[in-house]
């Protein structure tokens, strides 16, 4: 990856297509609705790309990716896109994409013996925690043989924070407890992980207060932009990343249910100062990917 060729580093994509032949049952239902949440115009298909396609679109932007899936087969009864197989279609494509995986917490010691042979064997530099579609508090204990693995191994932890678009609209939300997602509940990850690179995803609403004190507050903990028009943007939220969090903010898109070519155009609309946006965009995941 020639990162002084790239306008950008999205630290934020997913990698949804299904992995085992036909989609599960109701995964077509979560996806339109997915799609109906962040009017996406593609609809339900339309959240479905590649992993090839994906490469594909961020290749011809000059835009580096850090893709990964997210394991919730315990709590949606989805089967997860196998990350092994991500990981190797990442590898073909290391000019523009960068692999993290996800395995769900409740897997214990298995979970993190997979963590160390993914890092070991298939270079992935990080892993994925969606707290709500996972069903766990992240400072449950039963989570810290996982968080022990991949902080040994020195790979970068990035959960999803505040409110989701999974299930919103749907019949009892599909399931999904918001409460799992306040970002206050990393704070004791970060203490008690203190070397371990930890990413608060997404605008944390209703929490974002909660969030922007964590990050000031533990040096291991950065925050992305993902999963909002940043014309949506809190300003508190626009006040820290000029100032006090300026070298801890990311540029996150949250592919494929917000595009970086929308993302990045209501980026330019908002007050961020010349200095600062070259540290979103690019160098505060130069600096964090160590690349």
Not at 146 to 154: T, V
Request: net charge negative; glycine share 8%; aromatic share 10%.
């Amino acid at each position: 990856m020639n990162i002084d060729e790239l306008i950008a580093i999205d630290i934020h994509t997913h990698a949804e297509e299904p992995c085992c032949g036909t989609r599960d049952d109701g995964y077509d239902a979560f996806q339109a609705a997915m799609a109906k949440y962040f009017k996406n115009p593609g609809g339900a298909e339309g959240m479905l790309p590649s992993v090839q396609q994906t490469a594909d679109y961020y290749r011809e932007r000059r835009i580096g990716c850090v893709i990964f899936p997210v394991d919730a087969e315990r709590e949606t009864g989805f089967r997860r896109y196998r990350n092994e197989e991500v990981a190797e279609i990442a590898a073909q494509n290391a000019d523009i994409m960068i692999s993290f995986a996800s395995i769900d917490p409740a897997k214990g010691r298995l979970g993190a013996r997979e963590a160390r042979r993914l890092v070991r064997e298939f270079g992935v530099k990080g892993f994925k925690f969606h707290p709500t579609m996972q069903g766990f508090y992240p400072n449950d204990r039963a989570a810290y043989p996982l968080y022990e693995a991949i902080a040994e191994e020195g790979a970068i932890t990035l959960f999803h924070t505040g409110q989701t678009g999974v299930g919103a609209g749907m019949r009892g939300g599909m399931g999904m407890k918001l409460k799992y997602s306040n970002p206050l509940h990393l704070d004791d990850v970060a203490v008690d992980f203190p070397d371990m690179p930890i990413i608060l995803a997404h605008p944390s609403f209703p929490w974002q207060d909660e969030a922007l004190s964590v990050a000031t507050h533990k040096p291991n903990v950065y925050i992305d932009m993902s999963g909002w028009s940043p014309k949506y943007f809190p300003p508190i939220l626009v006040r820290y990343a000029n100032s006090l969090l300026k070298h801890k903010m990311l540029f996150g898109s949250d592919w494929p249910a917000i595009t970086p070519d929308r993302w990045l155009a209501d980026f330019e609309n908002i007050e961020i100062k010349d200095e600062v946006r070259p540290l979103i965009l690019k160098e505060n995941a130069r600096r964090l990917l160590k690349l």
